[in-house]
């Protein structure tokens, strides 16, 4: 897989991000959040300028570095208040990233990245009444990874020194506190509680109504009470609500999930039709196959006389020997999209049987395969029926129902191709109809064209898939006619 082809498509370096740090990421949807074991991201456009690119990285290294390093159950388990929980939050954001970016110092330079972005590069003015506080102690903290917030933060302490004299050298003897040594995620709510006391300490007795608005109120008393919904974003909102803008469902690149789906006996009266295509698909692969690793004979100045070049002594040629060179073994993966949506209701017997005889047939000659089914019993969902490295022996026929979300489909199955160690990748879908977004379909196929991936489609009893495939697609009508049109699609790519 290369690279710079994973760099220019956002759903494929999400997962790319994601495996490398070892957490699952999703894309779909019109938020960005993390469950604490799965970072979700909204669908992302198809072209992205480089400052979306940056905050899809930087909000992926960010609740990566949460999944790894923080203790939800603890924090979950103390009792806390909306700004315990929000100055908390400030500073496990800045020791998760620490932690990151000491196992991969590359993330580091995501998160400078971000925090620049962010706070200078997007800066807002400085918030008026307490809230003033709570963004110095962010800006503060962030500014130990980017210097040049030095300037913001003291623009806060201006404010605050004239505001609530006293304050900031209590709090700043936590703050280097914390710098110095924060351990773990209980930890940083210890520290946050202790800056909490640095402001009941600093606040007079509380007022009879202190105002909710921390934008107006200058009570600390009024930070001490907030609620949830009366304290500023935080870091990681901020983040989230940057790549959710202007986030719709429409025009959206998507990857689907994996769902579950019923597995289906195989008919009996279909397995001599399967043994048959399977026959015929084998001889016309394995005669390829072996014609394209037969040795062949190679001019050379050493080795056996070959007596049809003799006459390259008289002109002075001295390649008159023939050593023998082996053309290279097929190293190939073949991946194989099973559309069993609603539609193919009347036709899923044939697909299954062209899936049975495709995998067979191709493990027959040493092609690694895979067969992945859409949707599951879920909008949105895939379901692996046959994973590369199982014996073909193992696929189980499904069902059809649903809809056609073969963008999504396509796009998680180049993830998969994309850890694969065979040089050369295909993706057979068979479908008998069109897909519920052409553009997420498109996209998909131009992702994978960068890649190097080659994808074919065969149309059952239907030519819609010719219009997104012209030329790289068959349609057949019976098993009979699959030898012949999945022999002429493959012929070039595998030899």
Not at 151 to 175: M, S
Not at 236 to 259: D, M, P, Y
Not at 451 to 457: A, D, I, L, R, S
């Amino acid at each position: 897989m290369h690279n710079s082809a994973i760099l220019q498509s956002l759903p494929l370096l999400a997962d790319a991000l994601g495996r490398a740090y070892g957490v699952a990421v999703e894309i779909g949807g019109t938020d960005a959040y993390t469950t604490g074991k799965v970072i979700r991201l909204p669908g992302l456009p198809a072209e992205a300028d480089a400052a979306f690119l940056g905050l899809v990285r930087g909000y992926i290294d960010h609740e990566a570095a949460h999944v790894r390093f923080t203790e939800f159950r603890a924090i979950s388990q103390a009792d806390t208040t909306p700004l315990e929980r929000h100055i908390w939050n400030i500073f496990e954001d800045w020791r998760v990233e620490a932690k990151l970016a000491a196992y991969y110092p590359g993330c580091r330079q995501n998160f400078t990245w971000l925090i620049r972005h962010l706070f200078l590069e997007g800066a807002s003015t400085l918030p008026s009444g307490v809230a003033v506080v709570l963004d110095w102690l962010l800006l503060t903290v962030r500014s130990w990874s980017v210097p040049e917030l030095a300037t913001r933060c003291r623009e806060a302490v201006a404010v605050i020194d004239r505001q609530w004299p006293g304050l900031r050298p209590d709090v700043e003897v936590v703050l280097d506190r914390m710098r110095g040594h924060c351990p773990d995620s209980l930890a940083c709510l210890d520290y946050a509680r202790q800056i909490i006391r640095c402001l009941k300490d600093s606040a007079p007795s509380p007022g009879q109504n202190p105002s909710p608005d921390l934008a107006i109120s200058t009570d600390i008393q009024s930070l001490i009470s907030a609620g949830e919904n009366d304290l500023p974003d935080d870091f990681g909102q901020v983040l989230r609500k940057s790549l959710g803008r202007n986030a719709t469902e429409i025009n959206r690149l998507t990857v689907a999930i994996v769902g579950n789906k019923p597995r289906l006996p195989t008919d009996a009266k279909d397995r001599a039709a399967i043994d048959h295509a399977i026959a015929g698909l084998r001889a016309r692969l394995h005669g390829l196959v072996q014609s394209s690793r037969m040795v062949r004979h190679k001019p050379a100045r050493a080795g056996k006389i070959d007596t049809r070049r003799l006459h390259g002594v008289a002109v002075g040629n001295p390649r008159v020997f023939a050593t023998h060179q082996a053309r290279p073994a097929i190293n190939t993966a073949l991946h194989v999209l099973l559309d069993t949506s609603g539609s193919m209701r009347e036709r899923i017997g044939l697909a299954n049987q062209c899936c049975r005889a495709v995998a067979q047939a191709m493990a027959l000659i040493g092609v690694s395969v895979g067969i992945t089914a859409f949707p599951g019993g879920e909008p949105g969902t895939v379901v692996p029926l046959l994973r590369h490295g199982e014996r073909p022996g193992q696929y189980q026929d499904v069902g059809a129902r649903g809809m056609t979300p073969m963008g999504e489909a396509l796009w998680w199955v180049l993830q998969r191709l994309s850890i694969l160690p065979e040089q050369r990748r295909m993706v057979l879908i068979i479908t008998d109809g069109s897909p519920d977004g052409a553009a997420n379909v498109r996209a998909a196929i131009k992702a994978a064209a960068a890649q190097g991936v080659e994808v074919y489609g065969l149309g059952i009893e239907s030519s819609h898939i010719t219009t997104l495939l012209p030329g790289r697609s068959r349609v057949i009508a019976t098993i009979g006619e699959l030898p012949r049109a999945v022999f002429s699609m493959l012929e070039q790519t595998l030899v």
